[in-house]
């Protein structure tokens, strides 16, 4: 339907979160099946303590991450002034292989689609820290 690839749009343009729960900050690729993000752990994060952030808030990054291709779709299908809402997110089974995230890290983060029937999906996401596996995670996603 429309012709909008990611250099037209920003992160609130395809996420309904804003202020200190916007934890993404760059988008590195993104199609309507995948998204690779990167994040840099902030003292501002929810779950941050004096040594770092538990590594819990790793789900809200994948969850984030799957909706900026899942919000490109939408927009892609429905158009830039559709209804940004945000889907529901279920943990189906997350594995982390790191205790706590040091400040000014930076985590790679990505999301792939790997079930899509309408507004439902299943998205396999990866996450890592300087090259090394610290989370895998499987989210179903529902929009109402």
Not at 7 to 34: A, F, I, W
Not at 80 to 101: A, H
Request: charged share 20%; proline share 3%; hydrophobic share 40%.
């Amino acid at each position: 339907m429309n012709n909008i690839t990611i250099s037209d749009l920003t992160l609130d343009d395809l996420l309904p979160h804003r202020g200190h729960m916007m934890l993404l900050d760059k988008v590195l690729e993104v199609d309507s099946k995948h998204a690779l993000t990167l994040c840099r752990v902030k003292k501002s994060w929810p779950m941050a303590d004096e040594t770092g952030v538990h590594p819990l808030i790793l789900i809200e990054l994948a969850a984030q991450t799957a909706g900026v291709c899942n919000g490109l779709d939408r927009i892609q299908t429905q158009g830039i002034d559709s209804d940004q809402m945000g889907w529901l997110v279920g943990v189906k089974k997350t594995e982390f292989f790191i205790n706590t995230l040091p400040f000014g890290s930076e985590i790679m983060v990505q999301a792939e689609n790997t079930y899509n029937f309408e507004n439902l999906r299943e998205v396999s996401c990866q996450l890592h820290l300087d090259n090394t596996l610290i989370c895998t995670s499987l989210l179903q996603l529902f929009q109402a």
